[in-house]
């Protein structure tokens, strides 16, 4: 049995996103939520046609939202997003996340060495360490 199995959760979560799925904003609303230390916040919480439960949205897939769909929240009503699984970096740990982007785009492959040209890679022997 799984964690997720014996203690659902009342939000939608990384869990739920093995594959992306195009969903439809019902609404959004500010709900509060309990915190590590105990304490509530008010955060911003968005439904979907699709499913009850709700996806509590961190500044990151808020700010996606208000750059696909408008700034004010109250405008994405019927507006489509597609959500999925990622990974982040919380803490200095790599952990799955859920992330947010236009429906049909892809994620961008991260830059990094691998992308230089070849000419300009330096060869794994000669990095000293």
Same mark, same amino acid.
Request: charged share 35%; glycine share 8%.
């Given at each position: 049995?799984?964690?997720?199995?014996?203690?659902?959760?009342?939000?939608l979560g990384h869990a739920n996103f093995n594959v992306p799925r195009v969903l439809t904003?019902?609404?959004?609303?500010?709900?509060?939520? @309990?915190? @590590? @230390?105990?304490?509530?916040? @008010?955060?911003?919480?968005?439904?979907?046609?699709?499913h009850p439960k709700g996806l509590v949205l961190n500044k990151t897939n808020?700010? $996606?939202l208000a750059a696909l769909l408008g700034e004010d929240?109250?405008?994405?009503? %019927?507006?489509?997003?597609?959500?999925?699984?990622? $990974?982040?970096?919380?803490?200095g740990k790599p952990m799955p996340c859920v992330r947010i982007h236009a429906v049909g785009q892809q994620?961008?492959?991260?830059?990094?060495?691998? %992308?230089a040209p070849a000419s300009d890679r330096v060869p794994e022997e000669d990095i000293p360490f």
């Open positions: 049995m799984k964690a997720q199995d014996a203690y659902p959760s009342r939000w904003i019902k609404h959004v609303e500010m709900v509060g939520i @309990d915190g @590590d @230390d105990g304490t509530k916040e @008010d955060k911003p919480v968005v439904y979907f046609h699709e808020f700010l $996606m929240s109250d405008s994405w009503k %019927d507006g489509e997003c597609e959500v999925y699984k990622d $990974m982040t970096s919380y803490k994620a961008e492959p991260a830059q990094g060495f691998d %992308d």
